[in-house]
């Protein structure tokens, strides 16, 4: 939070902020949403909680893994975790889904196939994307139909993805993840192909993305990008 410090000067809020987080020590911790040690003590608190939920409750599932991507606004770099939120559960309600346990994750989605001209290359924004998991029936009856709802676009490829759940916790700790990062989409070369591939790479955040990503998770709050479909937090701890 070195960079967000140095960055907040003029600006009240986010000096307040980054001074937060640098307080921020197992002892004292800030609770503050954008807080990589909060942010991780959260997540290893919540799988603790969905590894008992789910062995309590075996009569559920089996579950798997689902991943849906709402469509991007072109150059958008608005990031609001509570009207995804919204979108998100109507959109799985939508679908005919009744339980899940999902979380918001975020990354800012850069072109950098530089061989292809500016007019083919999508352009940069800011994508708030659903990960979790639903009863396996459910899943496999709602995948045809949020393909339907949600084309796939040169900017994302793949809207909706379903993986069976193996019980690897693994993925319950990538609901729930406090690191985003800048996605880049690249060409690069594959053995046996004779043209370049598509595929990506992580970045890091620039100061200019993770600025409004701090603001945005401020207010989204601590528990901003959980979202328990047909549950409560009472329920599942």
Same mark, same amino acid.
């Given at each position: 939070?070195?960079?967000?410090?140095?960055?907040?000067?003029?600006?009240?809020?986010?000096?307040?902020?980054?001074?937060?987080?640098?307080?921020?020590?197992?002892?004292?911790?800030?609770?503050?949403?954008?807080?990589?040690?909060?942010?991780?003590?959260?997540?290893?608190?919540?799988?603790?909680?969905? #590894?008992?939920?789910?062995?309590?409750?075996?009569?559920?599932?089996?579950?798997?893994?689902?991943?849906?991507?709402?469509?991007?606004r072109?150059?958008?770099?608005?990031? !609001?975790?509570?009207?995804?939120?919204d979108?998100?559960?109507?959109?799985?309600?939508?679908?005919?889904?009744?339980?899940?346990?999902?979380?918001?994750?975020?990354?800012?989605?850069?072109?950098?196939?530089?061989?292809?001209?500016?007019?083919?290359?999508?352009?940069?924004?800011?994508?708030?994307?659903?990960?979790?998991?639903?009863?396996? #029936?459910?899943?496999?009856? #709602?995948?045809?139909?949020?393909?339907?709802?949600?084309?796939?676009?040169?900017?994302?490829?793949?809207?909706?993805?379903?993986?069976?759940?193996?019980?690897?916790?693994?993925?319950?700790?990538?609901?729930?993840?406090?690191?985003?990062v800048?996605?880049?989409?690249?060409?690069?070369?594959?053995?046996?192909?004779?043209?370049?591939?598509?595929?990506?790479?992580?970045?890091?955040?620039?100061?200019?993305?993770?600025?409004?990503?701090?603001?945005?998770? !401020?207010? #989204?709050?601590?528990?901003?990008?959980?979202m328990?479909?047909?549950?409560?937090?009472?329920?599942?701890?």
């Amino acid at each position: 939070m070195k960079r967000l410090r140095k960055h907040a000067a003029g600006d009240p809020e986010l000096l307040r902020i980054a001074t937060a987080l640098s307080r921020c020590n197992r002892r004292h911790r800030c609770l503050h949403p954008a807080c990589p040690q909060c942010g991780r003590a959260l997540q290893r608190l919540l799988v603790r909680i969905i #590894a008992r939920f789910l062995k309590a409750h075996a009569n559920l599932g089996p579950w798997r893994v689902l991943s849906v991507i709402l469509p991007v606004r072109p150059g958008g770099t608005e990031i !609001e975790f509570a009207e995804a939120w919204d979108r998100y559960a109507a959109l799985l309600r939508q679908a005919g889904l009744t339980r899940g346990v999902f979380g918001l994750d975020f990354s800012f989605n850069e072109d950098d196939r530089r061989a292809l001209a500016d007019a083919d290359r999508f352009e940069p924004h800011a994508c708030v994307h659903l990960y979790g998991l639903a009863p396996a #029936a459910e899943v496999k009856a #709602a995948v045809p139909q949020l393909k339907q709802l949600l084309p796939t676009t040169d900017a994302v490829r793949r809207p909706v993805r379903s993986t069976p759940f193996d019980g690897d916790l693994a993925a319950v700790a990538y609901s729930f993840k406090p690191d985003f990062v800048r996605r880049q989409t690249i060409l690069k070369d594959k053995v046996g192909r004779a043209n370049p591939v598509r595929n990506t790479r992580d970045r890091p955040l620039t100061v200019e993305q993770q600025i409004p990503l701090v603001q945005a998770l !401020e207010g #989204a709050g601590l528990n901003g990008r959980i979202m328990l479909l047909g549950l409560s937090m009472e329920a599942i701890a």
